[in-house]
């Protein structure tokens, strides 16, 4: 049976540097720049959706995070005003009718959500890259 031993020195020191460029988080904090300009544009879609009568719900909005855990990324949009869940999904009025609801929270992160492999995309390539040098 013949012998032979594999030199991965090569492969070990790459693989310590990419280690090291992980463990500083320089990838995570990244995305966390990334994800505050995400949370920015939601937060200016879901108050240009919502409904002014007094103003107090559009100015009621808030956002928390980014919260990166693992392979999860996420923000969280809120309004705390206890008619914001009538005014989002509608409501019986008094006389028996139907106030249709304004989805403005439902639609921002079906608008978010659709454009996130563009707002990621470019953290993530430079991330890599830098990963690679």
Same mark, same amino acid.
Request: hydrophobic share 40%.
């Given at each position: *049976? #013949?012998?032979?031993? +594999?030199?991965d020195?090569?492969?070990? #020191?790459w693989?310590? /540097?990419v280690?090291s460029k992980?463990a ?6 990244? %995305?966390? +720049?990334t994800?505050?300009?995400? =949370?920015?544009?939601s *937060? =200016?879609?879901? =108050? ?5 009568d007094?103003?107090h $719900? /559009? ?9 990166i855990?693992g392979t999860? +990324?996420a923000?969280? $949009?809120?309004?705390?005003t206890?008619?914001a869940p ?5 409501? !019986?009025?008094r ?6 609801? !304004?989805?403005m929270l439902?639609?921002?992160?079906v608008?978010?959500?659709?454009q *996130?492999?563009q %707002? +990621?995309?470019?953290?993530l390539?430079r991330? %890599? /890259?830098? %990963?690679?040098d």
């Amino acid at each position: *049976m #013949a012998g032979f031993t +594999i030199d991965d020195a090569e492969f070990q #020191a790459w693989a310590d /540097r990419v280690n090291s460029k992980i463990a500083t988080e320089s990838v995570k904090h990244g %995305l966390e +720049i990334t994800m505050q300009r995400v =949370k920015a544009q939601s *937060m =200016k879609a879901v =108050k240009s959706r919502t409904p002014v009568d007094t103003g107090h $719900l /559009r100015q009621t909005w808030h956002a928390d995070g980014p919260f990166i855990t693992g392979t999860v +990324i996420a923000i969280k $949009l809120y309004n705390n005003t206890e008619y914001a869940p009538f005014v989002e999904n509608g409501h !019986r009025t008094r006389g028996g009718g139907w106030v249709e609801g !304004r989805f403005m929270l439902k639609d921002t992160v079906v608008e978010v959500e659709g454009q *996130m492999p563009q %707002l +990621i995309a470019p953290s993530l390539e430079r991330a %890599l /890259r830098g %990963l690679l040098d």
